[in-house]
């Protein structure tokens, strides 16, 4: 990808919906292999992955394969072979966390630093782009200044997620899933223990927040960013959710699709990454999908209201309230169009999201409906006159996005020519390919001059079974002549075989940056557990980058103790309006909250937050269950390594 181009990334869980994400507008997207990938139930075959390689090149669109987990010593030279296999399928580039991997004989592919890598500073990102990463997906957590810092100390593409689901961790540096369950985040096992409920205690034990998602972030949203982001340098613009479904893709693709283009309308010296211009048979509304409001993050800066606290789930949008609560119908005030299969829900006395799906909706007068719910009127709490009821689910939309949704084409100049033996039909497409194919053809003078001209140019611009529209069709003729339509259609398919092949010989699959040499030296010379070194490879490679001091990943249970199981931006703290630059306490019933220490409690697990104020950071804390450090011992053991757990001692050479 150029800097003057701009990449708009979309997710895939499988290759019909990457060959759909194609379909509305995106430039590259990002899927899951068979193993080795950071969400480990969106795995792929191999032959699937060929076949989305295969429909995205003709559109010069691009394919990432996440090869983004930390691995095992074990698992290296299956992860090199799978890097193989996947280059013979034609993909782009290669998506990886693990550093052991740049040490390994992989395939001339272009390398891209995962979001796990958590590229936050200038220094990091320089040297990730010395040691010969092509691109490099930046901290969610960043504003537009720390943007701005590292695209001026770099010049390699930079990546950054602009919709989806936020994890509330700096990426790479949670551990609470591992340290709980086992499951480990960097292994594409995440538990989502941040999407729990938690008591919030201040030192005394007494609860500040009940039963609060506290570390439940809302979803990304930087619709009104874009510009900006463009501004500060990012080029490549990600959007979250390889769980996601067929309609999600659709519809955020479509969305960021019209919003980038809008972009590239006004600035001329910026360009599309990838062919062609989609037509949307929808208006893109990404408050139809799935999301738990909307926040920008950090990019203008630290704001108060990022979290989701009340619920994880969708609360969708408001379209009433309640006006009678019957024996086993409810009657609404709504404006809205209601649909058999609606999903709606409402708030609770405790603020906890209720659902209420639609067996059946009537309209019984003109703003009032009567909907019989899926569940007994009984099971729905709280629920009466006047009670606000948002929709999260709208089956009108659902079947807009289970139809044909978008159309995309690549325009293309023809033109007809004599020539000594016959006719020759040219093509030129909007990327400057050409192509032109002969028609050996005894011309004959049409009967009916201007009946056979209308005749050439409809049968010349027949491309709607093809990629191609037709911008222009020129014929380049000392007069109409006939020409059988038949003979016509043939020479266009030939025609259009010919520039797809043009296309196919000139996308160039972009090579895999060498690393300076000598090895550039790693802007610190000690790693603890936080860099998640979990093979022998890795420690060689920070080891011959001037690393000193190496510590084994926190997967290898090496931490015992009470450590950081997850670094944040986020502050409780402050969300809570404790934050000393806030307030030094709360007076409340029990006398002033203290705002350090704090707890977060659900059912028997517990976990302290500490904070450092002058990086303006959360330290969740916590230790490795018991039942976690034998469960990984007797896995050592099953799978028969007869070396102890890897083991970096920290002698200084």
């Known amino acids: 990808m150029l800097d003057h181009q701009l990449e708009l990334l979309a997710p895939a869980r499988d290759a019909d919906i990457g060959i759909e994400a194609i379909n509305h507008g995106a430039d590259a997207v990002y899927i899951g292999g068979p193993g080795f990938g950071a969400r480990k139930s969106a795995d792929n075959d191999v032959a699937d ?11 010069h669109a691009r394919i990432h394969v996440t090869l983004n987990t930390i691995l095992r010593d074990d698992e290296l030279e299956p992860a090199r072979k799978l890097a193989w296999r996947l280059f ?23 390398l891209h630093a995962s979001t796990q890598c958590d590229i936050r500073t200038p220094e990091k990102a320089r040297f990730l782009q010395d040691a010969g990463l092509s691109q490099l997906v930046l901290a969610r957590e960043l504003d537009l200044e720390q943007i701005k810092a590292i695209r001026a100390a770099t010049t390699v593409p930079l990546e950054f997620f602009i919709h989806g689901a936020l994890c509330v961790a700096y990426s790479g540096q949670c551990f609470i899933s591992e340290a709980h369950t086992g499951r480990s985040a960097n292994r594409g096992e995440c538990n989502q223990a941040c999407r729990l409920p ?19 972030m809302k979803d990304n949203d930087q619709s009104a960013n874009l510009a900006a982001l463009v ?14 479904d067929m309609g999600y893709v659709k519809n955020i693709t479509a969305h960021y699709r019209g919003l980038l283009d809008a972009i590239l309308e006004q600035r001329p010296g910026l360009a599309r990454a990838s062919s062609g211009r989609t037509r949307f048979s929808f208006t893109p509304d990404p408050s139809q999908n799935f999301n738990r409001d909307a926040t920008d993050y950090f990019v203008q800066g630290r704001k108060i209201d990022i979290g989701a606290f009340d619920s994880p789930k969708n609360p969708g949008r408001p379209i009433g309230h309640v006006a009678r609560v019957n024996r086993d119908s409810v009657d609404l005030d709504t404006d809205a169009t209601l649909h058999n299969g609606d999903g709606l829900c409402y708030f609770d006395l405790h603020r906890e999201l209720v659902g209420m799906a639609i067996n059946t ?20 709490r709280h629920l009466k006159a006047g009670t606000e009821i948002n929709r999260n689910r709208d089956m009108d939309w659902v079947r807009t996005m289970d139809k044909k949704s978008s159309d995309r084409r690549i325009g293309v100049w023809m033109r007809l020519d004599e020539t000594a033996g016959g ?16 028609l050996a053809i005894a011309r004959e003078p049409a009967k009916d001059a201007a009946r056979a001209e209308t005749s050439l140019r409809e049968n010349l611009g027949k491309l709607g079974a093809t990629i191609f529209e037709p911008v222009e069709i020129a014929l380049n003729l000392s007069q109409p002549w006939f020409v059988p339509a038949s003979v016509v259609n043939h020479l266009r398919r030939e025609g259009i075989e010919a520039l797809e092949a043009a296309r196919k010989a ?8 060498k690393p300076v040499e000598p090895p550039a030296p790693y802007p610190e010379e000690t790693l603890g557990y936080l860099a998640n070194v979990f093979n022998h490879k890795a420690h060689d490679f920070y080891a011959k980058h001037g690393v000193k001091i190496i510590e084994a990943a926190y997967e290898s249970h090496e931490e015992e103790g009470e450590v950081s199981l997850m670094i944040t931006k986020h502050c409780v703290r402050y969300s809570l309006s404790l934050c000393p630059k806030q307030t030094r306490g709360v007076t409340g019933v029990h006398g002033t909250i203290k705002a350090e220490p704090l707890v977060l409690i659900n059912g028997s697990e517990r976990l302290k937050l500490v904070f450092d104020c002058k990086l303006c950071e959360m330290h969740v804390v916590g230790k490795l269950k018991r039942n976690v450090v034998q469960a990984r011992a007797m896995d050592i053991k099953a799978r028969a390594i007869q070396t102890a757990p890897m083991r970096f001692y920290k002698a200084r050479p």
Not at 88 to 110: F, K, N, R, V
Not at 364 to 380: C, H, M, Q, T, Y
Not at 506 to 513: N, S, V
């Open 198 to 216: 938690y008591q919030v205690t201040d030192a005394q034990g007494r609860i500040i927040a009940h039963d609060k998602h506290v570390l439940s």
């Open 231 to 244: 501004d500060a340098g990012i080029r490549s613009f990600k959007i979250e959710g390889r769980y996601k």
């Open 423 to 438: 006719l020759a039909l040219s093509l030129l497409d909007e990327d400057g390919h050409c192509a032109t194919v002969p």
């Open 506 to 513: 000139a996308l160039q699959r972009l090579p895999r940056a």
């Open 49 to 59: 992955i060929a076949r989305l390689v295969e429909y995205a090149h003709r559109f």
């Open 361 to 380: 909706a009537e309209k019984i007068s003109e703003g009032r409906w009567r909907v019989v719910p899926k569940d007994p009127i009984a099971e729905l």
């Open 88 to 110: 013979d399928a034609g993909i782009d580039a290669l998506i990886i966390q693990d550093m052991g991997l740049l040490e390994l004989d992989l395939p001339p592919i272009q």
